[in-house]
């Protein structure tokens, strides 16, 4: 299915547009994410008002996970099929009705069934955010785009504890926990308006068919294997529940092997075997699964040993969860800037900071035992909450990083129900265990104790992810070493010229470094460029000043190499094959020539903007001045915005009036 957006009719510049109509989506996801973490802190009160049993509430916070997770991808194919904007305001508004239903609950029966409708809801309209992005986003804007979804995702699971504990000590009405719920109400009735006035309507130009096969198998699978989780303990372990756990195998298995047969025999698998097949995706899949079901685990158990443990009120706790919502963000807002320099290794720093966060929490919760005041939990918390921050935000854009554009919505609909099935396992499983650290005594000192016990084991989960982050394919054009980014230019030239003098035997690893960092700089400059090949020409001149150390070991590399061959080079290819790529998006708006060869082009480009600077000497004979004279510098970019100008047919305002002044 493919669908073209259509400009949405309110005011404003296309650019103002498109940010709105990001906002719009992203408080859908907001909402979305916020009703996983806000229940947590509910817990007790719910427990206590509708006398269930913890396992019973343990599913009011894990029975909208599951369906959420088993319907996430299907959200998707729905919005293909429908079209996003519809999708995206039917969950919305399912999922407002669901919290008023959840609000009135009379048992812990309904209000289960009620978070399944939840869950429903938010599988309709989370998959939409995505795939809203990846039509009105392109290059550059995407990242950032992608980066605020992330943002918005771990702030809304750090943003639940503290407003159900707000509303909790509101207590508004004498409702105790039901304005946890009540209030997605106005705030979903609002969205839902937004969403009909500003996002864009689309045109489809064919339906693909829904895989009802898959979702009613991976429905099973997951069911069968978190549901005895939750609530065997609770319920003694009845032997139905003990047969469930190992059917969840042969069930997953067979899911797996249908989706398989499905694509062979061309239909339109709910999960895409294909995808897979790709090694960046099959490793961040598990590392999305690892590092959420640490992180849901542990914001359950801390609100068990906080308030049941304890006896702090909602409010309470949510104010000693503060410093973690503090590092949170003030990391997710420090992350994109570290990307271009770390790049996949922002994630294993973050969930290596995690878990020296929990497991400093987890000494500080031991030594304290049933003392704690909250202050002297600040700053392990911050530490983990500034580990979550680094490693939630850039996880999405950095999985899907390798998947051609036209698998990247299917592949972030995988992760993000990777993310939620993660959240259901890591909420069942570290609560099991818990409770059973705990056994048959009540007293705080055990509670602090099991709490202490189990955050170790969410410690392990998130290194364990962080090992597998070094097993993502590196690309091509990232730098392994972020110090390459710090070299002064000296410092580059000196590795350049000992590469070359000893014939590429010292120096070589630094070399590839700088190599790696040199074409990770020049492509994201090539995407960066202005549209206008005017403006074009000038940018590229204007920024080549930064290579100088790089352009003077290409000169000597020229001059030097004998057998045609160039050190290397398969290293290379990859950034001039994108720059190509970009000359060819270039001719297709309509900025370049078409009759231009794309490949001439580049090398046109790069002649144009490096050869001054690539020879000074020839420079400085032809035209009395130093390649970084201001005086060649305003001549040289004249003449390539005229030159450009000539090639597109255009003339600019300050061209026309130089041309028509006596």
């Not at 290379?572 to 060819?584: H, S």
Request: glycine share 10%; charged share 15%.
């Amino acid at each position: 299915m493919t669908a073209r957006a259509i400009v949405p009719a309110v005011g404003g510049t296309a650019e103002t547009r498109r940010w709105l109509v990001l906002a719009v989506v992203l408080v859908g996801t907001f909402m979305a994410v916020l009703d996983v973490a806000i229940v947590n802190v509910a817990i007790p009160s719910i427990r206590a008002d509708l006398d269930a049993g913890f396992g019973a509430v343990e599913l009011v916070v894990s029975a909208y996970t599951i369906a959420y997770a088993c319907l996430l991808v299907t959200g998707g194919r729905l919005g293909d099929i429908y079209g996003r904007k519809q999708l995206f305001v039917l969950g919305i508004a399912v999922f407002t009705v669901a919290s008023a239903v959840c609000g009135a609950a009379p048992s812990i029966d309904v209000l289960i069934a009620a978070r399944v409708l939840q869950g429903v809801g938010g599988a309709l309209l989370y998959p939409q955010v995505l795939s809203t992005i990846q039509v009105t986003f392109d290059g550059p804007e995407r990242t950032k785009a992608l980066g605020l979804f992330g943002s918005v995702i771990g702030i809304a699971a750090i943003a639940g504890q503290l407003v159900g504990g707000l509303l909790l000590r509101a207590d508004v009405a004498g409702l105790t926990w039901r304005p946890v719920f009540l209030v997605n109400v106005p705030v979903g009735i609002l969205a839902a308006v937004a969403a009909v006035v500003v996002l864009p309507a689309e045109t489809h130009e064919r339906r693909s068919s829904l895989d009802l096969g898959g979702v009613g198998l991976a429905a099973v699978s997951v069911i069968l294997l978190v549901v005895p989780l939750l609530l065997g303990r609770d319920l003694g372990w009845p032997l139905w529940l003990v047969v469930c756990l190992p059917l969840a195998v042969p069930a997953g298995i067979a899911f797996v092997r249908y989706e398989r047969r499905l694509a062979v025999r061309g239909g339109s698998p709910l999960l895409q075997p294909a995808l897979f097949r790709q090694r960046g995706f099959a490793t961040g899949v598990p590392i999305a699964a690892l590092f959420i079901a640490a992180s849901a685990g542990f914001l359950i158990t801390f609100a068990l040993y906080l308030q049941v443990g304890l006896g702090f009120s909602p409010l309470e706790s949510g104010l000693i969860y503060t410093p973690t919502a503090v590092g949170f963000f003030a990391a997710s807002l420090l992350a994109p800037r570290l990307v271009p320099v770390l790049g996949r290794s922002v994630l294993s720093v973050g969930y290596a900071v995690d878990a020296l966060g929990l497991l400093a929490t987890a000494g500080t919760a031991w030594a304290a035992g049933s003392h704690v005041t909250g202050w002297e939990l600040a700053p392990p918390l911050f530490i983990a909450g500034f580990g979550q921050g680094l490693g939630m935000s850039p996880l999405v854009g950095t999985i899907i990083a390798g998947l051609k554009p036209e698998e990247a919505g299917a592949g972030a609909g995988v992760v993000t129900t990777t993310l939620q099935v993660g959240n259901a396992l890591g909420v069942a499983v570290l609560s099991l265990i818990f409770f059973t650290l705990i056994g048959s005594e009540h007293g705080a000192v055990h509670y602090a104790n099991a709490f202490s016990l189990t955050l170790p084991i969410a410690a392990a989960l998130l290194l364990a992810a962080a090992v597998l982050v070094h097993r993502l394919p590196r690309s091509p054009l990232e730098a392994a070493n972020a110090l390459i980014e710090r070299l002064p230019d000296w410092a580059s030239g000196f590795a350049y010229s000992m590469f070359l003098m000893t014939g590429g035997r010292v120096a070589d690893e630094v070399f590839e470094e700088i190599l790696g960092h040199v074409a990770q700089r020049r492509l994201r400059r090539t995407q960066e460029a202005p549209e206008a090949l005017p403006d074009f020409l000038t940018y590229h001149f204007d920024q080549a000043g930064g290579d100088r150390a790089w352009l003077n070991y290409l000169q000597r590399e020229a001059l030097t190499s004998t057998d045609g061959t160039i050190a290397h080079e398969d290293e290379r290819l990859p950034v001039i094959r994108a720059q190509v790529e970009e000359v060819i998006r270039r001719q297709e708006a309509g900025e370049i020539p078409a009759e231009f060869d794309p490949a001439i082009f580049r090398l046109f480009v790069f002649a144009l903007s490096n050869y001054p600077r690539l020879l000074p000497q020839i420079t400085r004979m032809t035209t009395g001045h130093d390649p970084d004279d201001p005086e060649f510098v305003a001549a040289w970019e004249a003449f390539l915005r005229r030159l450009g100008e000539l090639l597109t047919g255009t003339q600019t305002e300050a061209t026309t009036a130089s041309t028509s002044s006596p």
